[in-house]
């Protein structure tokens, strides 16, 4: 199957600062990667939908500008967690499709974050 | 909009077999789709199903899909304790709907 890395696994910030997640995909090319967040003991709740060359579409009540994506390439996309507070801990995941349209979704293997 | 429900607890005993249960509401969706998290862990894909057929057999793993009543089951036949985890049901293609998960506990 298709494999998707997230970077870094798990990171532990200070409160006002800044953290970018990474999430590639290794050995196929993804136009559409998928970021969602995962509170302890509850189910995984997208965020946005990365676009390579185009910006990202936010699902209702995600702050864009809190949640800076960057799908700069077809193979990377970047969450970038703005201004982080302790609310904003949380575990991140990204997915990525191999192919267009309604095919399986291959998922990174998670960013545990820790804001203190 | 999409919802998707699951009940939250199931617990056996080893060698028995384990049924999940999921309903979703999307009659639109292509694919469903079973993904199995262990703590601290990212999520595994254990299987997904093809929305025009009725079962998907492999090897302990078998998903029955009753698309009339929007209702999809993993059932797990002999369950090991290495089993024991949370089950998530989703929907969708690209962006997945995913249920509440299921923690399967699973006793010696």
């Known amino acids: 199957g298709a494999v998707v890395s997230q970077h870094p696994s798990w990171v532990i910030c200070k409160s006002g600062t800044s953290v970018k997640i990474e999430c590639r995909s290794l050995?196929?090319?993804?136009?559409?990667m998928f970021w969602y967040r995962q509170f302890p003991k509850q189910s995984l709740m997208l965020m946005a939908t990365?676009?390579?060359?185009?910006?990202?579409?936010?699902e209702q009540g995600v702050e864009k500008d809190k949640f800076l994506i960057n799908h700069a390439s077809l193979t990377l996309s970047t969450l970038t967690v703005t201004s982080a507070h302790p609310e904003d801990s949380s575990f991140y995941i990204c997915s990525a499709n191999r192919y267009r349209g309604n095919t399986e979704a291959f998922f990174g293997q998670g960013t545990r974050l820790t804001v203190v | 909009g999409e919802d998707v429900e699951q009940s939250l607890f199931l617990s056996v005993r080893e060698g028995d077999s384990s049924v999940i249960n999921c309903t979703y509401t999307?009659?639109?969706?292509?694919?469903l789709y079973w993904y199995k998290q262990e703590p601290g862990a990212g999520l595994q894909l254990l299987t997904y199903i093809f929305s025009n057929m009725d079962m998907k057999q492999d090897q302990r793993l078998t998903v029955l899909l009753n698309k009339k009543d929007k209702h999809l089951s993993l059932r797990i036949a002999d369950t090991q304790t290495g089993d024991s985890a949370i089950y998530f049901c989703?929907?969708?293609?690209?962006?997945?709907?995913f249920g509440q998960g299921t923690e399967l506990s699973v006793k010696p």
């Open positions: 999307d009659s639109s969706s292509t694919y």
């Open positions: 050995d196929f090319q993804a136009t559409t």
């Open positions: 990365s676009n390579e060359g185009s910006k990202a579409t936010y």
């Open positions: 989703a929907e969708g293609g690209g962006k997945l709907i």
